[in-house]
């Protein structure tokens, strides 16, 4: 990979870098910490930067303790499609939900909020899981005329991935910068994530790739 130098048409997307999918957290990533000084860093070498929130109300339809009999990373039928069932998870207002401490985000010109419908999660940035329902960020970034977003964040084969896969799709040149992300790794997934986005033409860069 040659050097890639941020300009002006460049965004840093930071997804949900939350205390709940931090060690500790009730969904943690495993070492989903280690990614905050490198993403640190990142923030400082872009001029835009738009970071993602996961927002739950209590009761959220993609907890496992909103459905009798079910238990924690089942998978079950919703009307959009399959849904892993999670544990209770950024909840709106709750330490949870909040962004970790150690991140420096109030450089972000925008925050999105996701999976705040009670009845459909949202992983990417982009759509709910319906892949329908948008949340306003292609029409945004557009507006600013922005062409090239860089993924980063929480987790790498989960809310990353479908925030880089719906970015492709909208017509953005798209990266995810693999050091700064950390994966929950399920039945397989980060690697099916990897060949996911070497089929779309996404890229997998490093941090040391950006100067």
């Not at 009761?59 to 069932?85: K, R």
């Not at 896969?165 to 929950?184: G, L, S, Y």
Request: include cysteine; proline fraction near 4%.
């Amino acid at each position: 990979m040659s050097v890639i130098r941020p300009e002006k048409s460049d965004v840093l997307l930071v997804v949900d870098v939350q205390n709940d999918f931090c060690p500790g957290g009730s969904l943690a990533v495993p070492r989903g910490n280690d990614v905050v000084p490198i993403i640190n860093e990142l923030i400082k070498r872009f001029d835009h930067v738009v970071l993602t929130q996961d927002w739950h109300p209590r009761g959220h339809s993609s907890f496992a303790s909103s459905h009798s009999g079910q238990v924690e990373f089942n998978e079950i039928a919703m009307a959009y499609g399959p849904q892993t069932l999670w544990p209770d998870h950024c909840i709106q207002g709750s330490t949870g939900a909040e962004f970790h401490d150690g991140l420096k985000w109030t450089r972000a010109e925008l925050v999105i909020r996701k999976g705040f419908r009670p009845a459909i999660d949202s992983y990417s940035a982009f759509f709910e899981n319906d892949k329908v329902t948008p949340t306003g960020l292609g029409g945004y970034l557009r507006e600013r005329g922005i062409t090239r977003v860089f993924c980063v964040g929480l987790a790498f084969d989960f809310c990353v991935r479908f925030s880089a896969e719906d970015a492709q799709a909208q017509n953005f040149e798209t990266f995810v910068i693999d050091n700064a992300c950390r994966a929950i790794d399920m039945h397989g997934s980060a690697q099916a994530t990897r060949d996911s986005l070497a089929e779309l033409g996404i890229g997998l860069i490093n941090s040391t790739d950006i100067r």
